[in-house]
T-cell receptor, first 112, second 115 residues
Framework: GDSVTQMEGPVTLSEEAFLTINCTYT??????LFWYVQYPGEGLQLLLK?????DKGSNKGFEATYRKETTSFHLEKGSVQVSDSAVYFC???????????FGAGTTVTVRA | DTAVSQTPKYLVTQMGNDKSIKCEQN?????MYWYKQDSKKFLKIMFS???????INETVPNRFSPKSPDKAHLNLHINSLELGDSAVYFC??????????????FGPGTRLTVL
């Protein structure tokens, strides 16, 4: 079945550091890929998405590119802020399935 | 306007009790979901309804029963609560017909604590 593997946390960074969270997937079809963010005490929010190979999703300074050849969708941000401290989830949705398959989540803490 | 809302936000109860969590979405979506998030933040799909029809029913104890009175509402009733039911429960919705990406929109969560 479909699955998502993302790098384990926790990740602790200083402000203005570069952030990368690795995500790889396994899917039989042509999935759409997502990054969700969960701030402390809140629900999940869609951060960015990509629906086909080579698409780049971007939002709030975060970027991720859908790489079919490496089955990856790594999240990057060039300069993090304290307000980026959150749990980040990689997820995929197969067009033939109603489910979102989530990775285990990566906790990111940014220190001033 | 809140897109996906849940009530209550916090629920503290004793073992053996029965409780319900309500969810409403005003996005006009045709599909709604319940997820359970454990203490390690792992998210697990429990149920999904599409146009009031149950389409996903993962391996969940039958003490959990979803009910969808209409497309905009999906409630979760839990009988005979156990300590292991303590978690955060998230409702979500999506539009699954006519769209490729099917992103889901999440409610703020209900933190259930069973004592």
């Amino acid at each position: 079945g479909d699955s998502v593997t993302q790098m384990e946390g926790p990740v602790t960074l200083s402000e203005e550091a570069f952030l990368t969270i690795n995500c790889t997937y396994t899917a039989t079809g042509y999935p759409s890929l997502f990054w969700y963010v969960q701030y402390p005490g809140e629900g999940l929010q869609l951060l960015l998405k990509a629906t086909k190979a080579d698409d780049k999703g971007s939002n709030k300074g975060f970027e991720a590119t859908y790489r079919k050849e490496t089955t990856s969708f790594h999240l990057e941000k060039g300069s993090v802020q304290v307000s980026d401290s959150a749990v980040y989830f990689c997820a995929l949705s197969d067009r033939n399935d109603y489910k979102l398959s989530f990775g285990a989540g990566t906790t990111v803490t940014v220190r001033a | 306007d809140t897109a996906v809302s849940q009530t209550p936000k916090y629920l503290v109860t004793q073992m053996g009790n029965d409780k319900s969590i309500k969810c409403e979405q005003n996005l006009g979506h045709d599909t709604m979901y319940w997820y359970k998030q454990d203490s390690k933040k792992f998210l697990k799909i429990m149920f999904s309804y599409n146009n009031k029809e149950l389409i996903i029913n993962e391996t969940v104890p039958n003490r959990f029963s979803p009910k969808s009175p209409d497309k905009a509402h999906l409630n979760l009733h839990i009988n005979s609560l156990e300590l292991g039911d303590s978690a955060v429960y998230f409702c979500a919705s999506s539009q699954t017909t006519g769209l490729v990406s099917r992103e889901q929109f999440f409610g703020p969560g209900t933190r259930l604590t069973v004592l």
